[in-house]
């Protein structure tokens, strides 16, 4: 008797992808710049670079060496910043809990798979209860290195006890892509950030999980089985004179 395959499992990024958040994480850097007299294009910046932790990020707008410890100050500014605007505006991405719901009826195990630190998921997913959809939660605080590194999905997959080929990761971001693609699993993109053309090969681009099923995205994996090599081109980091 063959055996039972295992069940599909998918994994979410948080920002941008459960909340529809980059303009206020863009004006919280473009605010802490200002602070700091550099003239970094955050949007920008976040467009090409979203994904990767605070830190890094702000590794990459510097001219000269910055230690770590100032870098994790500026990434704090940044952080209350950001909640100071984001505070009234927290809302799930229409259609979320919706999906999750069906999707767990359907079968499937659920994680999410951040850069962000511990404090700030609970950030968003306490206040908006939905850390009850997720199996698993992997963020900043479990892995040595952030997207576009592997390391945030190979940590989820193996939690969940899913192998990556049977995994789906939903992200806003093209190192959050590549990401995925680095770990072996296919992804599905949301323009809340981006636009269609600048991904490098999702299985599909919705506007909101009001687009999407758990039907269509088993659709989606049977008629895609292959996973898309990671693009070396996209999934650079360098400051891009913004």
């Not at 069906?102 to 206040?127: E, M, N, Q, V």
């Not at 969940?160 to 770990?183: H, N, S």
Request: with cysteine.
């Amino acid at each position: 008797m063959p055996a039972t395959p295992q069940p599909y499992a998918l994994i979410f990024d948080m920002d941008g992808t459960i909340i529809d958040n980059t303009a206020f994480q863009a004006k919280a850097f473009q605010l802490l710049f200002r602070d700091l007299g550099l003239t970094t294009n955050a949007r920008k910046l976040l467009d090409r670079l979203n994904g990767m932790p605070a830190t890094n990020i702000l590794k990459t707008v510097f001219a000269h060496p910055v230690p770590d410890k100032q870098l994790k100050e500026y990434a704090a500014q940044r952080e209350f910043l950001y909640r100071v605007l984001y505070w009234d505006k927290r809302r799930e991405t229409a259609g979320l809990t919706a999906f999750l719901q069906a999707a767990r009826a359907a079968g499937f195990k659920i994680a999410l798979g951040t850069g962000s630190a511990a404090d700030t998921i609970g950030y968003i997913i306490d206040h908006l209860d939905l850390r009850r959809y997720f199996d698993v939660v992997v963020g900043k605080d479990d892995v040595d290195r952030g997207k576009p590194h592997a390391d945030t999905y190979v940590a989820t997959s193996r939690q969940l006890g899913i192998p990556p080929e049977r995994c789906l990761v939903f992200e806003d971001a093209i190192l959050g892509e590549q990401a995925a693609y680095k770990a072996g699993m296919r992804c599905i993109t949301l323009t809340t950030t981006l636009k269609a053309a600048d991904f490098q090969a999702p299985l599909a681009v919705i506007k909101d999980f009001t687009e999407l099923t758990p039907d269509k995205v088993v659709e989606l994996l049977e008629q895609y089985p292959a996973t898309p090599k990671p693009s070396k081109e996209l999934a650079k980091r360098q400051y891009m004179q913004l």
